[in-house]
């Protein structure tokens, strides 16, 4: 492939022609009006690079819309060597189709390679999640043409030191947890470049509830059973290990 | 800190908790609650064991879960006092009788419609914070002041922001949060059990029960330690103020009797006194004797005292109902032994024979009621039934409950498969399984067979077992226990629907009964009583002197001459192999030797080895020696303590105990089969003995002696009932064995014989048998008289009963359509009853047709062959059909095997005739050729297999009876033999055995050597040998 | 005309028996409570009968298998039987449950007459260890009873009159009401009832009988629907003794693709693919499937790929059934090159995706989560190759994190809030995993939520990210 022409689809500058520009069927809502309104929602056809300073922030319920969506219409979702197991029962209760997951895992990146390009190339697969070792960027490339080709979507989790790395990615994020959900920076969105960051609240960790943006107050003492039993066991002495439950 | 836990199921609430309420109640204890509410779901009956278990250490309340049918939310509802109690009682009857048995439907017009007003209400709303806000609001208007929010907690996935919604309601609705336990179980160690149970209920495996199980087991009785992290102090102070208001306790439950029993005029004692006074005049004719009339006294007084005259008034009552329907009936028990009972026409046995133990019922200071039960006749014990629903209404009429709870083979299924096993699998290893040797054994061996190879379940299978036997599975209803009150029965206890059609039940068992004082008529069925009413009918026939039990001579010699060489085949409670074989060695001679015989061939006197001693003393081999003072209680029965009230008294006059603590006694030999409680008893008993005077020997010997007798010992007051029976149904077959065989077969199905047999044994005796035939049969077996005279013997006809087939309208039809001079021939048969092919060709097959159509395969031929009948045209219009085809008759063997499956049984030669004529039993005794072999003598003999018992008192011997043309015989096989040889002992029906001659007396046995199958010998004959029995 | 009937008196106890070298007592289970309904030979000579209670029959053979009595496998057995017969007639009929009828007047020729024919299916049921009871006749009927009443072969249409008639009443397919009815006439031989008056039979007995009869005796005609075979090849063998290794599997396997052989040679086929099912105990299954780069039609290619393919595996529990299944057809070719690859799949994209997939990276590969209800978190998702449903709303599912651990990982420093807690999950003593345990979710001082939890014994660790 042309040097040039690489460089210039890496900043996004050229459109494919498979790629139709049209916003309503070239974008999936992310699921969050506010994600939405600035992002303009997550690209179909191309590639996303979420970047991480370690996993578990936050990074899944990111996702979690869109899981739900494309796996009820009936789209094969694939897990590429995920660092952890994705839990079924959580997914589950997020409403999402299990039957359309498919967790794959891969010994050599090569594999990886090939595997994610099967999948994205296939009218089947709707999304591609992966977690690569150290892509390199002609691999990221075959990668978009890939997603371009299948019309699918592929998010790509990256160690947060990657930022500086080039890619040929249509969005790259860089998330970093924030006790309210996410703290998102936009490094690089198609046919704009934009370093603004957001905060965006997602739903509650545990229960899944959207955590309400104006959180009630806590204007009386807390005496929820619930709480008065969790305190830290590592607290200093004058603050005593919480009683263990279990024993009687 | 102080807690009463509010909300808790027992193992009552079936399969759903999994811990007995006796078990919830000593958990309760330790952790030191201040107070326990059972609410049990839609039920109380695990009430009166909780009450029971708690008396005085603990605070009862009684209560009730639900849930409804058309609204989310979990309801628990408790009796603060008797009205509560009423009205709780109420609404649980309300919302199980409109449900099949074992279900309940409640709704929310239920709970506004029935008076709740001082029900307390604790409610677990379910839904959005909307929804149950407004569940909330409903209550508020059910409930007002006395509706709390549940606040539990579990430890449970999502609890915090259930929690959080809870608070938040309460604040909304201004609703106080009280805390409760859910509490399923007794301690934590439950939980594997409580997940068996759950997936028993749900008919799931362990396996895959998911979250149908708990997540943990934290249902349980928590101490309060634990509670007190877990829950605000508010909350757990509002249980306390719950429970200070709940003052009711079922103590306070009273029995209120029937008001209608008493006359004006009069009141209960003086009407009682009335009636026994009039009963003492016609049974001692005018001459009350002193004794009996200080005997009057004392009871009377008892009565008064215990202010039980409405019970005595009761059962008089049902008693006269039955006399005045020319039903017999029979009282049983130690009160119906009474002299009031004789004097009350209750029971026939005259108690001036028999020394019993009025003590023993009437228990002066525990307040427990007297145990009546009355024997009907089988037939007609519904007639009775129905006359009380009447007379008092179903509202106040109901029947006791039994509880029906896990057995070892229940548990060992259920359980099996709940964890998964194999179902063939389970089956097979349960038919491999002993049970005689009592359930321990039995999972022993389970442990062996391997149900699983999984080591886990293997070791949890065990212990499941042996926790879930004994746990309450159903209610069913109790054989005739009635409880009547003065008011609405469903104010007292909740009634629920049985699986009978209009049958109901009351949720608690006889023993929750007595716990409470309450009162219960047992109205039993018995056959003899029907076997014997019919015999007195037919002699009246031919001998109107004889109408009534009164009317049949007292202690006839030649009577007893009958039982004592074991003819007592038929006769009441001493027809048993067993028994049988008893007679001639007890050899009776009077009332009370029966009264003995049949106490003393049971299990619980076999195996505390009372038969030798009594029979050498009898025999006078061994001199009896009692002490003097023990002479009224061991005297009549040689010094060995036979019956229950013996030991009683033994218990009193030898060792001290009071009538209270002697009753104590009996109650724990009566469980001590599930308890093993008579411990602490042997000290007393011993200590007592030993300040008396007597010997530890002695007393050591007497403590084992009630030891043996466990379970199974018989009181002297049953005895003595049914020894009567037996001596009036052995008068009526030696003076009327024609009338008796007759009363008999026509109350079958009962006793140990079938009809084949009882048929043999009568013409045994002399009395001869005639066929079914349809010009001079009845539905019933009837007597006739063959010369004609009444003064000659009478015969027996076979009746149409015995025809299998034929339908009861079809030989009413030939009963009301018979032409006096009998049918001319099948047509006309056809054509004047209108019976159907169905009918027609029973009676063909039992060759009842064979006077008026040839044999019964032309009779069925031609049958079959004749038009429908055709009403406007008169029969002898009508044209014979044209082609006769005749058919060959039947031979000998094909006429049995006709025989016996048209009615059972043949009145042609025996099967064994047939073969020994054809020379296929050579060298093989008949029954009557044994009686002149010698004892020790090797023989042959073979014959019918019609009985096979293994009896529980000897270990490993299986009885087994052969019957041939002549008799029966009686073979003995030893478990050695019995298991190298299974077989043949399990599989034949015709059995060839060579054995060694045993003879006592007259008793004749066959110790088995080798058992042959010669099955194929009887289908040889074409006789499918099934239908021999 | 000329029919042969053949009555498999065993179909289901040979087929158990069948797996294994050593006769064994089976007996096959029927009914509430469950009674013997029929039992082989080596049962029977412990003494086993039909009727039996499960009590007795275990009581006279301690070793005894008792297996349910299964119609659905009854019929599969029937049809598998059919199809062998396929070689030898070319109209035939199933006679459920255990019977075949097949027309052969038209292929007598062909194979020299009937008794060779005859000794031909003899050997081959023998083979297979199936009982088989033959029998000729003029009418399907005739055949039929002569059959199912293990007379003696005869081509002498007389002969066969002669036995037929002697045959008692019950032999015939008559209702037992019937049959009873007629026996206790004194009429007990068919020959006795054939004898009398059509017409003062059927105002007995009814029209039924009397059509039987004729259809019996050819007086009416007794029409036959002719069966067919089926498209796709699938034969099992249950296994009354568990086998633990994969050699023990390959005599049992062995039997199976033999029939495929035969089957294969009958219908001028070839295939490329099996599939072969190992079922375990607890429901689970190992699937193989085998593929050759060429087609295959013998016993012993099949043999050697499945050797290979079975060598290498390791029986992860013991097998309690085989299954063997085939659905690509392939035409039979002497000169077939490789037809894999080329041939473009039936299956889905999806599959299409997921069989590109697997062959690169191994099925083991690629899995599919599947959320279990079982309270444990380690029980509550599994890796499978097939999805499973169960019917759990998603509200029903507890509040979990989307990441789990594998291993669960020490907590190595103080949370900086605790979220929610503690969960109490405690349970699963049945499998020996039991697990008693609080979980609490807290966040940490890098701003992750994990799911924390703690045992009796002590210790934290973490179990799962919020992520």
Same mark, same amino acid.
């Given at each position: 492939?042309?040097?040039?022409?690489?460089?210039?689809?890496?900043?996004?500058?050229?459109?494919?022609?498979?790629?139709?520009?049209?916003?309503?069927?070239?974008?999936?809502?992310?699921?969050?009006?506010?994600?939405?309104?600035?992002?303009?929602?997550?690209?179909?056809?191309?590639?996303?690079?979420?970047?991480?300073?370690?996993?578990?922030?936050?990074?899944?319920?990111?996702?979690?819309?869109?899981?739900?969506?494309?796996?009820?219409?009936?789209?094969?979702?694939?897990?590429?060597?995920?660092?952890?197991?994705?839990?079924?029962?959580?997914?589950?209760?997020?409403?999402?189709?299990?039957?359309?997951?498919?967790?794959?895992?891969?010994?050599?990146?090569?594999?990886?390679?090939?595997?994610?390009?099967?999948?994205?190339?296939?009218?089947?697969?709707?999304?591609?999640?992966?977690?690569?070792?150290?892509?390199?960027?002609?691999?990221?490339?075959?990668?978009?043409?890939?997603?371009?080709?299948?019309?699918?979507?592929?998010?790509?989790?990256?160690?947060?030191?990657?930022?500086?790395?080039?890619?040929?990615?249509?969005?790259?994020?860089?998330?970093?947890?924030?006790?309210?959900?996410?703290?998102?920076?936009?490094?690089?969105?198609?046919?704009?470049?934009?370093?603004?960051?957001?905060?965006?609240?997602?739903?509650?960790?545990?229960?899944?509830?959207?955590?309400?943006?104006?959180?009630?107050?806590?204007?009386?003492?807390?005496?929820?059973?619930?709480?008065?039993?969790?305190?830290?066991?590592?607290?200093?002495?004058?603050?005593?290990?919480?009683?263990?439950?279990?024993?009687? | 800190?102080?807690?009463?836990?509010?909300?808790?199921?027992?193992?009552?609430?079936?399969?759903?908790?999994?811990?007995?309420?006796?078990?919830?109640?000593?958990?309760?204890?330790?952790?030191?609650?201040?107070?326990?509410?059972?609410?049990?779901?839609?039920?109380?009956?695990?009430?009166?064991?909780?009450?029971?278990?708690?008396?005085?250490?603990?605070?009862?309340?009684?209560?009730?879960?639900?849930?409804?049918?058309?609204?989310?939310?979990?309801?628990?509802?408790?009796?603060?006092?008797?009205?509560?109690?009423?009205?709780?009682?109420?609404?649980?009857?309300?919302?199980?009788?409109?449900?099949?048995?074992?279900?309940?439907?409640?709704?929310?017009?239920?709970?506004?419609?029935?008076?709740?007003?001082?029900?307390?209400?604790?409610?677990?709303?379910?839904?959005?914070?909307?929804?149950?806000?407004?569940?909330?609001?409903?209550?508020?208007?059910?409930?007002?002041?006395?509706?709390?929010?549940?606040?539990?907690?579990?430890?449970?996935?999502?609890?915090?922001?259930?929690?959080?919604?809870?608070?938040?309601?309460?604040?909304?609705?201004?609703?106080?949060?009280?805390?409760?336990?859910?509490?399923?179980?007794?301690?934590?160690?439950?939980?594997?059990?409580?997940?068996?149970?759950?997936?028993?209920?749900?008919?799931?495996?362990?396996?895959?029960?998911?979250?149908?199980?708990?997540?943990?087991?934290?249902?349980?009785?928590?101490?309060?330690?634990?509670?007190?992290?877990?829950?605000?102090?508010?909350?757990?102070?509002?249980?306390?103020?719950?429970?200070?208001?709940?003052?009711?306790?079922?103590?306070?439950?009273?029995?209120?009797?029937?008001?209608?029993?008493?006359?004006?005029?009069?009141?209960?004692?003086?009407?009682?006194?009335?009636?026994?006074?009039?009963?003492?005049?016609?049974?001692?004719?005018?001459?009350?004797?002193?004794?009996?009339?200080?005997?009057?006294?004392?009871?009377?007084?008892?009565?008064?005292?215990?202010?039980?005259?409405?019970?005595?008034?009761?059962?008089?009552?049902?008693?006269?109902?039955?006399?005045?329907?020319?039903?017999?009936?029979?009282?049983?028990?130690?009160?119906?032994?009474?002299?009031?009972?004789?004097?009350?026409?209750?029971?026939?046995?005259?108690?001036?024979?028999?020394?019993?133990?009025?003590?023993?019922?009437?228990?002066?200071?525990?307040?427990?009621?007297?145990?009546?039960?009355?024997?009907?006749?089988?037939?007609?014990?519904?007639?009775?039934?129905?006359?009380?629903?009447?007379?008092?209404?179903?509202?106040?009429?109901?029947?006791?409950?039994?509880?029906?709870?896990?057995?070892?083979?229940?548990?060992?299924?259920?359980?099996?498969?709940?964890?998964?096993?194999?179902?063939?699998?389970?089956?097979?290893?349960?038919?491999?399984?002993?049970?005689?040797?009592?359930?321990?054994?039995?999972?022993?061996?389970?442990?062996?067979?391997?149900?699983?190879?999984?080591?886990?379940?293997?070791?949890?299978?065990?212990?499941?077992?042996?926790?879930?036997?004994?746990?309450?599975?159903?209610?069913?209803?109790?054989?005739?226990?009635?409880?009547?009150?003065?008011?609405?029965?469903?104010?007292?206890?909740?009634?629920?629907?049985?699986?009978?059609?209009?049958?109901?039940?009351?949720?608690?068992?006889?023993?929750?009964?007595?716990?409470?004082?309450?009162?219960?008529?047992?109205?039993?069925?018995?056959?003899?009583?029907?076997?014997?009413?019919?015999?007195?009918?037919?002699?009246?026939?031919?001998?109107?002197?004889?109408?009534?039990?009164?009317?049949?001579?007292?202690?006839?010699?030649?009577?007893?001459?009958?039982?004592?060489?074991?003819?007592?085949?038929?006769?009441?409670?001493?027809?048993?192999?067993?028994?049988?074989?008893?007679?001639?060695?007890?050899?009776?001679?009077?009332?009370?030797?029966?009264?003995?015989?049949?106490?003393?061939?049971?299990?619980?006197?076999?195996?505390?080895?009372?038969?030798?001693?009594?029979?050498?003393?009898?025999?006078?081999?061994?001199?009896?020696?009692?002490?003097?003072?023990?002479?009224?209680?061991?005297?009549?029965?040689?010094?060995?303590?036979?019956?229950?009230?013996?030991?009683?008294?033994?218990?009193?006059?030898?060792?001290?105990?009071?009538?209270?603590?002697?009753?104590?006694?009996?109650?724990?030999?009566?469980?001590?089969?599930?308890?093993?409680?008579?411990?602490?008893?042997?000290?007393?008993?011993?200590?007592?003995?030993?300040?008396?005077?007597?010997?530890?020997?002695?007393?050591?010997?007497?403590?084992?002696?009630?030891?043996?007798?466990?379970?199974?010992?018989?009181?002297?007051?049953?005895?003595?009932?049914?020894?009567?029976?037996?001596?009036?149904?052995?008068?009526?077959?030696?003076?009327?064995?024609?009338?008796?065989?007759?009363?008999?077969?026509?109350?079958?199905?009962?006793?140990?014989?079938?009809?084949?047999?009882?048929?043999?044994?009568?013409?045994?005796?002399?009395?001869?048998?005639?066929?079914?035939?349809?010009?001079?049969?009845?539905?019933?077996?009837?007597?006739?008289?063959?010369?004609?005279?009444?003064?000659?013997?009478?015969?027996?006809?076979?009746?149409?009963?015995?025809?299998?087939?034929?339908?009861?309208?079809?030989?009413?039809?030939?009963?009301?359509?018979?032409?006096?001079?009998?049918?001319?021939?099948?047509?006309?048969?056809?054509?004047?009853?209108?019976?159907?092919?169905?009918?027609?060709?029973?009676?063909?097959?039992?060759?009842?047709?064979?006077?008026?159509?040839?044999?019964?395969?032309?009779?069925?031929?031609?049958?079959?062959?004749?038009?429908?009948?055709?009403?406007?045209?008169?029969?002898?219009?009508?044209?014979?059909?044209?082609?006769?085809?005749?058919?060959?008759?039947?031979?000998?063997?094909?006429?049995?095997?006709?025989?016996?499956?048209?009615?059972?049984?043949?009145?042609?030669?025996?099967?064994?005739?047939?073969?020994?004529?054809?020379?296929?039993?050579?060298?093989?005794?008949?029954?009557?050729?044994?009686?002149?072999?010698?004892?020790?003598?090797?023989?042959?003999?073979?014959?019918?297999?019609?009985?096979?018992?293994?009896?529980?008192?000897?270990?490993?011997?299986?009885?087994?009876?052969?019957?041939?043309?002549?008799?029966?015989?009686?073979?003995?096989?030893?478990?050695?033999?019995?298991?190298?040889?299974?077989?043949?002992?399990?599989?034949?029906?015709?059995?060839?055995?060579?054995?060694?001659?045993?003879?006592?007396?007259?008793?004749?046995?066959?110790?088995?050597?080798?058992?042959?199958?010669?099955?194929?010998?009887?289908?040889?004959?074409?006789?499918?040998?099934?239908?021999?029995? | 005309?000329?029919?042969?009937?053949?009555?498999?008196?065993?179909?289901?106890?040979?087929?158990?028996?069948?797996?294994?070298?050593?006769?064994?007592?089976?007996?096959?289970?029927?009914?509430?409570?469950?009674?013997?309904?029929?039992?082989?030979?080596?049962?029977?000579?412990?003494?086993?009968?039909?009727?039996?209670?499960?009590?007795?029959?275990?009581?006279?053979?301690?070793?005894?298998?008792?297996?349910?009595?299964?119609?659905?496998?009854?019929?599969?057995?029937?049809?598998?039987?059919?199809?062998?017969?396929?070689?030898?007639?070319?109209?035939?009929?199933?006679?459920?449950?255990?019977? +075949? #009828?097949? $027309?052969?007047? =038209? /292929?007598?020729?062909?194979?020299?007459? %009937?008794?060779? &024919?005859?000794?031909? *299916? !003899?050997?081959?049921?023998?083979?297979?260890?199936?009982?088989?009871?033959?029998?000729?006749?003029?009418?399907?009927?005739?055949?039929?009873?002569?059959?199912?009443?293990?007379?003696?072969?005869?081509?002498?249409?007389?002969?066969?009159?002669?036995?037929?008639?002697?045959?008692?009443?019950?032999?015939?397919?008559?209702?037992?009401?019937?049959?009873?009815?007629?026996?206790?006439?004194?009429?007990?031989?068919?020959?006795?009832?054939?004898?009398?008056?059509?017409?003062?039979?059927?105002?007995?007995?009814?029209?039924?009988?009397?059509?039987?009869?004729?259809?019996?005796?050819?007086?009416?005609?007794?029409?036959?629907?002719?069966?067919?075979?089926?498209?796709?090849?699938?034969?099992?063998?249950? +296994? #009354?003794? $568990?086998?633990? =290794? /994969?050699?023990?599997?390959?005599?049992? %396997?062995?039997? &199976?693709?033999?029939? *495929? !052989?035969?089957?294969?040679?009958?219908?001028?086929?070839?295939?490329?693919?099996?599939?072969?099912?190992?079922?375990?105990?607890?429901?689970?299954?190992?699937?193989?499937?085998?593929?050759?780069?060429?087609?295959?039609?013998?016993?012993?290619?099949?043999?050697?790929?499945?050797?290979?393919?079975?060598?290498?595996?390791?029986?992860?529990?013991?097998?309690?059934?085989?299954?063997?299944?085939?659905?690509?057809?392939?035409?039979?070719?002497?000169?077939?090159?490789?037809?894999?690859?080329?041939?473009?799949?039936?299956?889905?994209?999806?599959?299409?995706?997921?069989?590109?997939?697997?062959?690169?990276?191994?099925?083991?590969?690629?899995?599919?989560?599947?959320?279990?209800?079982?309270?444990?978190?380690?029980?509550?998702?599994?890796?499978?190759?097939?999805?499973?449903?169960?019917?759990?709303?998603?509200?029903?599912?507890?509040?979990?994190?989307?990441?789990?651990?594998?291993?669960?990982?020490?907590?190595?420093?103080?949370?900086?809030?605790?979220?929610?807690?503690?969960?109490?999950?405690?349970?699963?003593?049945?499998?020996?995993?039991?697990?008693?345990?609080?979980?609490?979710?807290?966040?940490?001082?890098?701003?992750?939520?994990?799911?924390?939890?703690?045992?009796?014994?002590?210790?934290?660790?973490?179990?799962?990210?919020?992520?």
């Amino acid at each position: 492939m042309n040097p040039l022409l690489d460089q210039l689809l890496e900043k996004g500058h050229v459109w494919q022609a498979t790629q139709s520009p049209r916003p309503d069927t070239d974008r999936y809502s992310t699921g969050y009006p506010e994600l939405d309104t600035g992002l303009g929602g997550w690209p179909k056809g191309a590639l996303t690079e979420l970047l991480l300073p370690h996993t578990g922030i936050g990074e899944l319920r990111l996702c979690l819309p869109l899981l739900k969506q494309l796996s009820q219409s009936g789209q094969a979702i694939f897990w590429f060597d995920p660092p952890h197991i994705p839990y079924a029962p959580a997914l589950a209760r997020a409403g999402i189709q299990l039957s359309q997951l498919f967790v794959v895992h891969t010994k050599h990146p090569k594999d990886q390679l090939w595997g994610m390009d099967q999948a994205l190339r296939s009218q089947a697969c709707g999304l591609v999640l992966a977690w690569p070792d150290q892509p390199r960027p002609g691999d990221l490339r075959r990668l978009q043409l890939a997603a371009a080709d299948g019309g699918s979507s592929a998010f790509i989790m990256r160690k947060e030191s990657d930022t500086q790395q080039a890619s040929p990615a249509a969005l790259r994020l860089q998330l970093r947890p924030h006790p309210d959900g996410l703290s998102i920076t936009i490094l690089k969105r198609r046919g704009s470049w934009a370093g603004a960051e957001h905060v965006l609240r997602l739903p509650d960790p545990v229960t899944g509830q959207p955590i309400p943006s104006h959180p009630m107050p806590q204007d009386s003492p807390d005496t929820t059973p619930g709480t008065t039993v969790i305190q830290g066991p590592w607290a200093a002495e004058d603050n005593p290990v919480p009683n263990n439950p279990l024993q009687e | 800190m102080d807690y009463a836990e509010l909300h808790c199921l027992s193992n009552f609430s079936f399969l759903r908790g999994a811990s007995h309420p006796e078990e919830l109640v000593k958990a309760a204890i330790e952790q030191g609650y201040r107070a326990l509410a059972l609410t049990d779901e839609c039920s109380v009956s695990g009430v009166v064991r909780a009450h029971r278990e708690a008396k005085g250490q603990l605070q009862l309340i009684v209560g009730s879960e639900f849930c409804l049918e058309d609204a989310p939310f979990l309801l628990v509802l408790l009796a603060p006092d008797r009205q509560a109690y009423g009205q709780l009682c109420r609404l649980i009857t309300i919302a199980r009788r409109r449900a099949p048995k074992g279900k309940y439907h409640l709704y929310l017009e239920d709970l506004q419609a029935a008076s709740l007003t001082h029900c307390l209400a604790l409610f677990r709303p379910q839904g959005a914070f909307e929804a149950k806000s407004q569940q909330g609001e409903l209550l508020q208007a059910i409930f007002p002041q006395r509706l709390w929010l549940l606040g539990e907690r579990f430890l449970e996935n999502g609890e915090e922001t259930e929690l959080e919604a809870l608070k938040a309601l309460a604040i909304r609705l201004d609703l106080p949060i009280v805390a409760a336990g859910d509490v399923h179980m007794h301690s934590s160690n439950r939980q594997p059990l409580q997940d068996l149970v759950t997936a028993i209920r749900h008919g799931c495996t362990i396996h895959n029960a998911g979250y149908r199980l708990f997540s943990n087991a934290e249902r349980h009785i928590r101490s309060l330690t634990k509670l007190e992290r877990l829950y605000p102090p508010e909350w757990l102070a509002e249980s306390i103020a719950i429970a200070q208001r709940c003052r009711f306790s079922l103590e306070e439950l009273r029995y209120e009797y029937p008001a209608e029993l008493v006359p004006n005029g009069h009141d209960a004692p003086t009407y009682l006194r009335a009636l026994v006074e009039k009963g003492a005049q016609h049974r001692f004719h005018n001459k009350v004797p002193d004794r009996v009339r200080q005997q009057i006294e004392h009871e009377l007084a008892l009565i008064r005292e215990l202010q039980y005259e409405h019970y005595f008034l009761t059962i008089q009552d049902i008693v006269a109902y039955a006399r005045s329907q020319d039903i017999l009936c029979q009282g049983r028990g130690s009160a119906a032994n009474s002299v009031i009972c004789y004097c009350l026409g209750i029971t026939e046995v005259n108690p001036t024979k028999v020394d019993l133990l009025f003590e023993r019922f009437i228990s002066r200071n525990r307040g427990e009621p007297p145990d009546i039960d009355v024997d009907f006749e089988h037939e007609r014990r519904e007639e009775v039934i129905q006359y009380i629903y009447r007379k008092y209404g179903r509202s106040r009429a109901a029947l006791a409950a039994t509880i029906i709870s896990y057995r070892a083979r229940s548990a060992i299924r259920d359980a099996g498969k709940a964890l998964g096993f194999d179902l063939a699998h389970i089956e097979q290893v349960l038919s491999g399984i002993s049970w005689r040797d009592g359930t321990r054994v039995g999972l022993e061996q389970i442990r062996e067979a391997g149900l699983t190879d999984n080591p886990q379940l293997g070791r949890y299978f065990i212990t499941l077992v042996e926790t879930l036997i004994g746990f309450p599975r159903h209610l069913s209803q109790h054989v005739g226990g009635f409880v009547i009150s003065a008011g609405p029965i469903d104010e007292l206890v909740p009634v629920e629907n049985a699986a009978m059609q209009g049958r109901t039940v009351i949720q608690w068992d006889k023993d929750d009964l007595e716990t409470l004082g309450l009162l219960k008529v047992d109205i039993l069925a018995l056959g003899m009583l029907t076997a014997i009413r019919k015999t007195l009918h037919l002699i009246q026939q031919y001998q109107p002197g004889i109408a009534t039990l009164q009317d049949i001579g007292e202690e006839d010699r030649a009577v007893y001459k009958m039982l004592q060489r074991g003819d007592s085949i038929g006769v009441f409670q001493v027809e048993s192999r067993a028994q049988i074989n008893m007679l001639p060695r007890l050899k009776p001679e009077k009332y009370y030797d029966l009264v003995i015989q049949i106490a003393i061939v049971r299990p619980g006197p076999i195996q505390g080895d009372m038969v030798h001693p009594y029979l050498r003393r009898r025999d006078k081999i061994e001199q009896p020696d009692i002490r003097k003072e023990l002479e009224p209680v061991l005297g009549r029965t040689l010094g060995v303590p036979i019956f229950q009230e013996q030991v009683i008294r033994l218990a009193m006059v030898a060792a001290g105990f009071s009538a209270d603590e002697a009753d104590m006694l009996r109650r724990a030999m009566a469980a001590w089969k599930r308890q093993g409680d008579l411990e602490p008893f042997r000290f007393k008993l011993i200590d007592g003995m030993l300040a008396r005077g007597y010997t530890q020997e002695y007393a050591e010997q007497i403590y084992n002696q009630i030891r043996g007798f466990g379970g199974y010992g018989f009181p002297e007051s049953h005895s003595a009932s049914f020894a009567l029976l037996a001596y009036v149904s052995a008068w009526l077959k030696y003076h009327h064995p024609a009338a008796f065989f007759c009363g008999l077969l026509n109350s079958q199905p009962m006793g140990f014989y079938s009809p084949s047999q009882l048929i043999q044994d009568a013409r045994r005796h002399g009395v001869e048998v005639l066929p079914v035939d349809v010009n001079l049969s009845f539905r019933e077996h009837s007597l006739t008289w063959p010369d004609k005279s009444p003064e000659g013997s009478p015969a027996i006809r076979l009746g149409f009963r015995l025809v299998k087939g034929l339908s009861i309208p079809g030989s009413q039809a030939i009963e009301a359509n018979r032409p006096a001079e009998g049918f001319k021939d099948s047509r006309q048969l056809k054509y004047l009853t209108g019976l159907n092919n169905t009918d027609l060709e029973a009676l063909a097959s039992a060759n009842a047709l064979s006077a008026i159509a040839g044999h019964r395969y032309q009779a069925r031929w031609d049958i079959l062959g004749h038009d429908k009948p055709a009403p406007l045209l008169p029969p002898e219009t009508r044209t014979q059909p044209a082609v006769g085809i005749q058919l060959p008759e039947p031979n000998e063997g094909e006429t049995l095997l006709e025989d016996y499956t048209s009615m059972g049984l043949s009145l042609g030669r025996h099967p064994l005739a047939l073969l020994r004529e054809r020379g296929l039993l050579r060298r093989i005794l008949t029954a009557e050729e044994l009686q002149t072999q010698e004892h020790g003598h090797v023989v042959q003999v073979a014959g019918l297999v019609t009985g096979r018992q293994r009896p529980g008192s000897a270990s490993g011997v299986t009885f087994v009876t052969l019957e041939d043309e002549t008799g029966n015989i009686n073979v003995v096989v030893w478990a050695v033999t019995a298991q190298q040889q299974r077989k043949a002992l399990l599989t034949s029906r015709l059995l060839q055995v060579s054995g060694i001659m045993e003879r006592r007396d007259t008793v004749i046995h066959i110790i088995a050597g080798r058992l042959t199958n010669l099955t194929h010998l009887i289908e040889g004959l074409t006789i499918p040998s099934r239908d021999f029995r | 005309m000329l029919w042969l009937y053949i009555h498999f008196p065993s179909l289901q106890l040979d087929h158990y028996q069948r797996a294994h070298t050593h006769p064994i007592p089976v007996a096959l289970v029927d009914g509430q409570p469950p009674r013997v309904r029929e039992a082989n030979q080596e049962a029977r000579q412990q003494g086993v009968s039909p009727e039996q209670s499960i009590h007795t029959a275990a009581s006279l053979a301690p070793t005894l298998q008792l297996c349910p009595d299964d119609t659905a496998l009854q019929e599969k057995l029937l049809s598998r039987l059919a199809q062998r017969c396929y070689h030898y007639a070319a109209h035939i009929t199933l006679c459920p449950p255990d019977g +075949l #009828l097949l $027309e052969v007047s =038209t /292929v007598l020729r062909l194979h020299g007459g %009937l008794r060779p &024919l005859y000794r031909q *299916l !003899a050997e081959t049921f023998q083979k297979q260890a199936y009982q088989a009871w033959i029998a000729g006749g003029a009418t399907p009927l005739a055949a039929r009873l002569l059959a199912r009443n293990h007379t003696a072969l005869s081509d002498d249409p007389s002969t066969q009159w002669a036995t037929l008639r002697n045959l008692p009443i019950q032999a015939t397919d008559l209702p037992v009401g019937i049959t009873d009815r007629l026996s206790r006439m004194g009429l007990r031989k068919i020959g006795q009832v054939m004898d009398l008056p059509p017409q003062e039979i059927a105002k007995r007995l009814g029209t039924d009988v009397t059509s039987y009869i004729h259809r019996l005796s050819g007086r009416q005609p007794d029409p036959q629907p002719a069966w067919s075979p089926p498209k796709h090849f699938e034969v099992h063998l249950d +296994l #009354l003794r $568990e086998l633990d =290794t /994969v050699t023990a599997i390959l005599f049992p %396997l062995q039997r &199976l693709l033999q029939e *495929l !052989a035969d089957f294969l040679r009958q219908h001028q086929l070839a295939t490329d693919t099996l599939h072969l099912n190992l079922e375990h105990r607890y429901d689970s299954t190992t699937r193989f499937q085998i593929r050759t780069g060429k087609q295959a039609h013998n016993t012993e290619t099949f043999l050697q790929l499945c050797r290979l393919q079975l060598e290498h595996h390791i029986l992860q529990a013991p097998v309690v059934r085989i299954q063997l299944r085939v659905d690509r057809w392939l035409a039979r070719q002497p000169d077939a090159t490789d037809l894999f690859g080329s041939t473009a799949s039936q299956d889905s994209l999806q599959q299409a995706l997921l069989d590109r997939l697997q062959a690169r990276l191994g099925r083991k590969h690629i899995k599919r989560p599947n959320a279990v209800p079982d309270h444990r978190p380690e029980k509550a998702w599994q890796a499978g190759e097939a999805p499973v449903k169960f019917p759990h709303p998603p509200s029903q599912w507890p509040q979990r994190p989307l990441w789990f651990l594998d291993r669960p990982q020490p907590l190595l420093e103080a949370p900086q809030d605790w979220l929610s807690g503690p969960e109490r999950l405690g349970g699963g003593w049945w499998d020996g995993q039991n697990i008693l345990r609080d979980y609490y979710v807290a966040r940490l001082t890098t701003g992750r939520i994990a799911w924390v939890f703690r045992q009796p014994q002590g210790g934290w660790f973490i179990h799962g990210w919020f992520a």
